[in-house]
């Protein structure tokens, strides 16, 4: 079955650079049509898309933090890693990573998600 | 602030049925972008639960549906049941911001 998995820091200092690996399971990034996105969401509130990438190696930014992504992927390992620059503690997150289904770009598996504080 | 305006909350009794709508402009819904609905349960990730507008996926029940209109999108959950109480997001695609958004969130509460 289709299964994700989110690693990284729990508690990042800020203006560090951010590293999370999402794990990917029962599908594979290279298949036609696969995308992985990243997706947050601060305590109490919203969701918000971060950025994606897609089976072909296309990839796409939130423009309001596009300075700061990177997004990649390592189809041997089924691994996609984002990384975030410049860390903030308006940062503060839970970081989901989600399969995106090209085409309509509906989002229909995800992982359990990693809160990631940004603290001194 | 999400170009994808929902209200903060609605509520509803065991079996009655509830909309939550999700307002966008010409540069989002309006252009014809898809609307994708999800359900986050408290303290778990997002479900998907209405893709490409009016699409349930494979196990969720037909109690949810989904319609679009213009510049905006609802999901509708008829016989309402406690389960059901949760956060609703809406998705869709701006041109203006060149990114994927989410709605502004709506909380669900069963009486």
């Known amino acids: 079955q289709v299964t994700l998995r989110e690693s990284g820091p729990a508690l990042v200092r800020p203006t560090q650079t951010l590293t999370l690996t999402c794990t990917l399971s029962g599908f594979s990034l290279s298949t036609f049509g696969m995308c992985v996105s990243w997706i947050r969401q601060p305590p109490g509130k919203a969701l918000e898309w971060l950025a994606r990438?897609?089976?072909?190696?296309?990839?796409y930014y939130t423009t309001s933090l596009k300075t700061r992504l990177t997004i990649s992927k390592d189809t041997s390992k089924n691994q996609v890693v984002l990384k975030m620059t410049n860390m903030d503690p308006a940062d503060t997150a839970t970081y989901f990573c989600?399969?995106?289904?090209?085409?309509?770009?509906?989002?229909?598996?995800w992982g359990q998600g990693t809160l990631v504080t940004v603290s001194s | 602030q999400s170009v994808l305006t929902q209200p903060p909350s609605v509520s509803g009794a065991p079996g009655q049925r509830v909309t939550i709508s999700c307002t966008g402009s010409?540069?989002?819904?309006?252009?014809?972008?898809?609307v994708h609905w999800y359900q986050q349960l408290p303290g778990t990730a997002p479900k998907l639960l209405i893709y490409?507008?009016?699409n349930r996926p494979s196990g969720v029940p037909d109690r949810f549906s989904g319609s679009k209109s213009g510049t905006s999108a609802s999901l509708a959950i008829t016989g309402l049941q406690a389960e059901d109480e949760a956060d609703y997001y809406c998705?869709?695609?701006?041109?203006?911001?060149?990114?994927?958004?989410f709605g502004t969130g709506t909380k669900l509460t069963v009486l």
């Open positions: 490409a507008n009016t």
């Open positions: 998705q869709s695609y701006d041109s203006s911001l060149s990114s994927y958004v």
């Open positions: 010409s540069s989002n819904i309006g252009a014809g972008y898809n």
């Open positions: 990438i897609d089976w072909d190696d296309e990839r």
């Open positions: 989600a399969r995106t289904r090209g085409g309509t770009y509906y989002t229909d598996f």
